[in-house]
Structures are given as structure tokens and as C-alpha cells.
């Protein structure tokens, strides 16, 4: 793996400070923030300062984010459903609905588990509209945590397991397509992720034109305008890392889509559940990412075969 400079999460948020993040961090633009670093490199699960490379893995928090160490759950092994009856594996014939991943079958051992918030949730902030007010409404309710009151579970985080040697070079080729839709001045999905080589698909479902901006690395890769009955513009994701999606017309609309140069990623269900297959066996990193909430981190061993249970907590 390629050694990364440190980052100072202090220098990101003040960057970041903003309702819509002015700078993505990538590989290539984490340098130029080195001179505003004054909190250094966070920690790992020991307490002691953790390398960029293993805080990231090319991809940096939301707005206002703070890294937060994982709550201590021991990965198990055998049928998830014995441990967690409400989670939702696939299996042969069975009508539950997976977590969304990156493969459509198993291949090898598979990681399921749960992303949890249990801390208090802000109420949503009321923004004015100041343009289209007919299609769009006067105020426009915004939260970026929506948790599941049942069971705690987090929706709209990304979950990805870093791969073994070799195993990032050899890509499998995306068939998913990374839809980003204007409907009712919003993004949908507003949390997603994608592979590089994927094909991102932009459609306007609304009768008043949008502007959609996608940024890499603080570098533009896309902006296009976005009229009212046109044709869904198709763009391939060359790039890996966080993109930022938004509106220059609205500028209450963003989004976020995590592109990654392995297939290892999940995104959290409305419960909080994902589900990642087709790792390698071995000592394997998972991480989790959310926009405001930043990203958790943990190491687990994954057998050569059968089912490893996993919840990353934020607190």
C-alpha cells in the first residue's frame, strides 16, 4: 500500500465549515493541507497515532466530521441470522433483502453486520428556497443522520473492506450503473457508492432545469446543466475517492457518491446492515464512512469460508 502524508482532521473542518464542503481530499490534494495540520494523525483501537493510510484509504470524512474510535464487538463466525435475527443475508431462494454490495453472489467468506448510532440526532435544519419555490417549496428540511429508533441502525454509510495484496490491481469490471437523480430538488440516492469503471448516470425528473457539479479531489469532473425534459447524461467514474455532488442553481442539494478501485464496499440499509463477499481470507481492515459522522475503523480475521459478523458503533 502506498504511504500517504499525515492530515489534520482539524484543517479538513475548517475547509469543510460550510453546508456545502468547498474541498474533497484525495491522494493528490491531502499535501497542500499539511502546513494547517495541528492535531496530527488520529488513533487506532490502541490509542496510539494511526497512519493516513489506514485512517482513509483514499477517501476523507464530511463536513464537521470527527474520527471515532469503534465500539468493541468480537467478530463471530457461523449463520448471522442466530445472532441477529432482523439481519438480512442473501441466500438460495430465500425473499430477505441484502444489504446493497458490490457483488450479486457469494463468492468465498462473507462479512455482514451493522452500522450503530446510539448518541442524540439534531432535529432537521429548515433552509429557505430561493429559487423555483413551486417545483422545489418555500423551506427545504435537511438531516444528515437518519437512524432506524428500533434497532439503532445507520443509514447512508458506506462500508468497505480493504483488500488483500494483489487483490486491488485485479478489478472486476462494474455492471452497476451510479444513478444520480433530480427529483423534487434533491439528489437520489443521497449516499451511494460505486466502482471505478462504473458508468454514473444523471437524470432530471424535475420541470425546472438543475446544475449538477461533481467534484474529485477538489478538481471538477463533471458539470452539466440539467433542463427540464432532457436526456439522462451517462459519464463513466474514472477516479477513485469521495465525490461531491451539487447544485449551483439549488444550493441546498448535495450529495455524495464513494467510488473504490476494489468491489470490497456496502451500502448500510435503512437498519444500518450491510453485506461485503468475495474477501479474501486473512487479517483484514473494515472501515465505515458517514458524511458528518466520519469513520470508524476495525481489524477482523476472515476465514477461508463462512459468514463473519461485524458492528462498527458510533457513540
Known amino acids: 500500500m502506498v504511504s500517504r502524508p499525515a492530515m489534520?482532521?482539524?484543517?479538513?473542518?475548517?475547509l469543510c465549515a460550510v453546508a456545502v464542503p468547498i474541498a474533497l481530499i484525495?491522494?493528490?490534494?491531502?499535501?497542500?493541507?499539511?502546513?494547517?495540520?495541528?492535531?496530527?494523525?488520529?488513533?487506532?483501537?490502541?490509542?496510539?497515532?494511526?497512519?493516513?493510510?489506514?485512517?482513509?484509504?483514499?477517501?476523507?470524512?464530511?463536513?464537521?466530521a470527527k474520527f471515532r474510535r469503534p465500539r468493541e464487538v468480537a467478530p463471530s463466525i457461523g449463520e448471522p441470522q442466530a445472532e441477529y435475527p432482523g439481519l438480512?443475508?442473501?441466500?438460495?431462494?430465500?425473499?430477505?433483502?441484502?444489504?446493497r454490495s458490490a457483488f450479486s453472489e457469494s463468492t468465498g467468506p462473507?462479512?455482514?453486520?451493522?452500522?450503530?448510532?446510539?448518541?442524540?440526532?439534531?432535529?432537521?435544519?429548515q433552509m429557505q428556497v430561493n429559487r423555483d419555490p413551486d417545483v422545489c417549496g418555500t423551506t427545504v428540511s435537511t438531516s444528515a443522520l437518519s437512524v432506524d429508533g428500533a434497532t439503532y441502525g445507520l443509514r447512508n454509510a458506506v462500508v468497505h473492506v480493504e483488500p488483500g495484496a494483489g487483490e486491488a490491481s485485479a478489478r472486476i469490471v462494474a455492471t452497476t450503473s451510479a444513478v444520480v437523480r433530480n427529483k423534487e430538488c434533491r439528489f437520489h440516492p443521497h449516499v451511494a457508492a460505486a466502482q471505478v469503471g462504473a458508468e454514473v448516470q444523471i437524470?432530471?425528473?424535475?420541470?425546472?432545469?438543475?446544475?449538477?457539479?461533481?467534484?474529485?479531489?477538489?478538481?471538477?469532473?463533471?458539470?452539466?446543466a440539467m433542463?427540464?425534459?432532457?436526456?439522462?447524461?451517462?459519464?463513466?467514474?474514472?477516479?477513485?475517492?469521495?465525490?461531491?455532488?451539487?447544485?449551483?442553481?439549488?444550493?441546498?442539494?448535495?450529495?455524495?457518491?464513494l467510488v473504490f478501485d476494489d468491489p470490497y464496499f456496502s451500502e448500510t440499509t435503512e437498519s444500518g446492515q450491510f453485506s461485503i463477499v468475495g474477501v479474501s481470507p486473512g487479517s483484514r481492515r473494515i472501515s465505515v464512512w458517514h458524511e458528518t459522522l466520519g469513520m470508524l475503523e476495525k481489524d477482523v480475521q476472515v476465514p477461508v469460508r463462512g459468514t463473519v459478523v461485524v458492528d462498527l458503533e458510533y457513540k
Open 8 to 14: 489534520s482532521v482539524q484543517a479538513f473542518i475548517r
Open 88 to 99: 438480512a443475508v442473501s441466500q438460495p431462494g430465500s425473499e430477505a433483502q441484502p444489504a
Open 203 to 224: 437524470i432530471n425528473d424535475d420541470p425546472v432545469m438543475h446544475n449538477t457539479n461533481i467534484i474529485v479531489a477538489n478538481n471538477t469532473a463533471l458539470n452539466v
Open 26 to 64: 484525495g491522494p493528490a490534494s491531502w499535501s497542500p493541507l499539511l502546513a494547517a495540520s495541528e492535531l496530527g494523525a488520529t488513533q487506532d483501537d490502541r490509542g496510539r497515532k494511526a497512519p493516513v493510510s489506514q485512517q482513509l484509504h483514499g477517501l476523507a470524512p464530511g463536513p464537521a
Open 110 to 125: 462473507v462479512i455482514v453486520g451493522r452500522v450503530l448510532y446510539r448518541g442524540p440526532v439534531p432535529a432537521p435544519i
Open 227 to 257: 433542463v427540464a425534459g432532457g436526456n439522462p447524461i451517462k459519464k463513466q467514474l474514472k477516479k477513485s475517492g469521495l465525490h461531491l455532488v451539487k447544485c449551483n442553481v439549488h444550493k441546498f442539494m448535495q450529495a455524495y457518491r
